[in-house]
Every structure is written in C-alpha cells, then in structure tokens.
C-alpha cells in the first residue's frame, strides 16, 4: 500500500473480531514500530504485548486497582474494568524509557515512542487489521504500571488494540492543516 494511502485512510477501528493474531503478524507491526526516528539512538520504546490470557491477568490488576480505590463497591461492579484489555485479541502497551543521561530529554523519548506507535498503526491498517491507541485512566495506575514492569514514574503513552475489523468503516473527515500552520517565507 502506497504511504499515502495509508496516511490517509487509516483510522480507529475499536470493534474488532475476537480471533487470535498469529505471533509473526504482531512482530510484522513492531517492527514497523521501531523504524522510528529517536535521538541519540536511545530506542525509548517498551512494548508490553497481552494475548490471550495475558489480558485476562492485566483486567484483574485493572479490577483490583479500582476496588482499591472504592473497596465498598459490590463485586460485580469491577466486571467492567476486569474486560477492558478484551476489548481486543492483541493489547501492546508502550512504555518510554526515561532518559540515561544527561543530553537524553525525556520529551524527545516520548515523541520518539510516540512515533513508534503511529508507525505500527499505519502497519496495521495496511495490513488489514484495526487498530485504535487508547489510554485513559490505565495508562496513569500504579498497580498497572506494577503488573507491566514499568516503573512508577515511567510513561505508559498508549494501549494500542488489535484486530481484524468487524466491519469495514470510512475514514472520519478530518479538518486541514491550514489553521494550525503559518508560513514564514
Ligand atoms: C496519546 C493518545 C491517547 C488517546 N487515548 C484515547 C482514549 O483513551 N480513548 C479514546 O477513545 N481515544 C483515545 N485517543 C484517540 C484515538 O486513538 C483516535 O486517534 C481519535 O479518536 C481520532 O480518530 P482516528 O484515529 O480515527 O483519526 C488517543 C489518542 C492519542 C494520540
């Protein structure tokens, strides 16, 4: 698929089949991931991949996580938190490394990261699967971060989820460039 193309056309996709991705297809999409600009050639990105039963451990951490926080909450009311990595067969949380040295800005971590996600879901789309980056209150928990081997302080930027769409869907219209852009010439 031509660059543009995939620029251009790609877009969230949440509903997604249920169906299991085979591994060389997610290494297919993190590869992508990693053709991404960093500076100083720190490879700030940390992929965290959930399948199959690895998303059912990170739903009792996020269940967990909230009952903490609301302990007189009856049981039945952490179910919602306790599905939320279903939503997809393949969950790849992305972490970014803080920086290890001095030169190394933590800002240029998370954009190179950042780059590294929009990589991997253009891989996505031209490859026929759906793909939305979420993050949300997850992306912030101590106890997620815990579970996913992050440290506290560590920036979790996305949770991108994986699939084969359910349905075909349009791009959403999306507004110019030209209001955010000047020209100095
Ligand atoms: C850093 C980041 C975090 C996001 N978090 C969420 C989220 O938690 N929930 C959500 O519905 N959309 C989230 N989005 C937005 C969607 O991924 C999506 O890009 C947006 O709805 C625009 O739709 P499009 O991808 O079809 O252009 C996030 C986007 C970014 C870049």
């Not at 302990?71 to 939320?84: H, Q, S």
């Amino acid at each position: 698929m031509d660059v543009f193309e995939a620029i251009y056309n790609r877009h969230s996709q949440g509903k997604v089949k249920p169906g299991r991705l085979p591994r060389e297809l997610i290494e297919k999409l993190l590869e992508a991931a990693v053709q991404a600009p960093n500076h100083y050639k720190v490879r700030p990105w940390r992929f965290v991949v959930l399948t199959g039963e690895g998303r059912d451990k990170l739903g009792e951490v996020m269940a967990a996580s909230q009952q903490d926080r609301y302990p007189d909450l009856p049981p039945e009311a952490f179910d919602k938190a306790r599905a939320t990595p279903l939503r997809a067969p393949v969950l790849i949380a992305v972490g970014v490394d803080k920086p290890s040295e001095s030169k190394v800005l933590e800002i240029e971590n998370v954009c190179a990261a950042a780059a590294a996600c929009e990589n991997l879901l253009l891989a996505a789309y031209a490859m026929g699967l759906g793909a939305k980056w979420r993050t949300g209150e997850w992306a912030r928990d101590a106890k997620v971060k815990e579970f996913l081997d992050f440290e506290a302080d560590q920036h979790i930027i996305a949770f991108l989820y994986i699939g084969y769409p359910e349905f075909i869907s349009e791009p959403p219209p999306r507004p110019s460039f030209e209001d955010r852009t000047v020209w100095i010439e």
